[in-house]
């Protein structure tokens, strides 16, 4: 019996480390302030079923798009108030805000739940002693700000470290609003029908709202 019970308490501190575990964000470094490691083009859709094409990027800074202007060699951030998606040759980003663009990580009957990745100024402070200055603070609004630009020559991390990146998820959903996925947020949509199963599925110790698997099952849940 005592075996049995030391067998017991050794399954159930297993399993609580393993969950510990997946509770723990794994943290992700970029050495470039770019996304892609060049410039793509890419088809920037507008409203009215308009489409243009340019080569893009998204920053990590702010996620914001961006584009090189071929003309001058100059990268400046797009003005995106009428902007609601980009396409790359391998993934689609959609603004989430009046300038945060997302990337598509997956899509249900109509909605979408999209992936916000920027710099973590908290943890680049420290790294950097305090310090917040970046070559790309300051870049052309394409006539709607300052006339400075981002020197891609000093675009890279020289530190080994690199930027530290954090994730926030949104979710679109079929009437084409944008909401933070977080449980506050979320539960204003859930259907009426599927309140209690979705507080249920709150409980369970293994959901998270930092993994996109657990984020995928909210799917069904919405109106």
């Given at each position: 019996m005592k075996k049995?019970?030391?067998i017991l308490f050794l399954l159930a501190f297993l399993a609580a480390t393993w969950m510990y575990a997946q509770?723990?964000?794994?943290?992700?470094?970029s050495h470039s302030q770019l996304v892609f490691p060049e410039f793509q083009m890419a088809k920037v859709r507008q409203g009215f079923g308009r489409v243009t094409k340019a080569r893009c990027n998204i920053m990590y800074k702010n996620a914001a798009l961006c584009f090189l202007d071929e003309k001058d060699n100059k990268v400046r951030q797009a003005f995106?108030?009428?902007?609601?998606?980009v396409d790359f040759d391998s993934c689609r980003y959609m603004?989430?805000?009046?300038?945060?663009?997302?990337?598509?990580?997956a899509e249900q009957d109509g909605m979408s739940l999209l992936r916000v990745t920027t710099i973590d100024m908290d943890k680049y402070k420290e790294v950097t002693q305090g310090g917040t200055d970046m070559p790309f603070l300051d870049i052309d609004m394409a006539g709607?700000?300052?006339?400075?630009?981002?020197?891609?020559?000093?675009?890279?991390?020289q530190s080994n470290e690199g930027y530290p990146l954090k994730d926030r998820y949104y979710f679109r959903l079929r009437d084409g609003k944008f909401i933070p996925?977080?449980?506050k947020n979320v539960r204003k949509y859930v259907k009426p029908e599927l309140k209690t199963a979705f507080k249920t599925l709150m409980e369970d110790r293994w959901w998270s709202w930092r993994d996109e698997g657990s984020l995928k099952k909210?799917?069904?849940y919405f109106k």
């Open positions: 049995h019970r030391s509770q723990q964000v794994v943290e992700r470094r995106v108030q009428n902007i609601f998606a603004k989430v805000d009046t300038l945060a663009m997302g990337l598509v990580v709607y700000g300052t006339d400075n630009f981002i020197d891609l020559s000093g675009s890279e991390q996925a977080t449980q909210l799917f069904m």
